[in-house]
């Protein structure tokens, strides 16, 4: 019982303990080897798991997103939203 309510509470708080801000190296291996796993696509490479271990690191959880592309991609959310608001030129 305890093991299970501590790797619950472990697995909480990869995902919302560190959400806006980068993780650990191990635990963002962790999370895309789980994407990987459940995304069992041709889309998934090993350029895809790198970009996800990176952007986890950097971004974190909450600001980490896939790119819907074949090989997937991944990149930080408010650097999107940063880059598009600074090219409309107005």
Do not use: H, N
Request: glycine share 6%.
């Amino acid at each position: 019982m305890r093991r299970a309510l501590f790797g619950t509470a472990f697995l909480l708080s990869i995902a919302f303990g560190a959400a806006g801000c980068g993780i650990s190296d191990e635990d963002a291996q962790e999370l895309c080897a789980a994407e990987a796993k459940a995304k069992q696509d041709a889309c998934f490479d090993v350029s895809s798991f790198d970009m996800c271990v990176d952007c986890f690191k950097e971004c974190g959880t909450e600001f980490c997103q896939a790119v819907q592309t074949c090989p997937l991609t991944y990149k930080c959310a408010d650097a999107a939203a940063t880059t598009s608001s600074s090219s409309s030129g107005m």
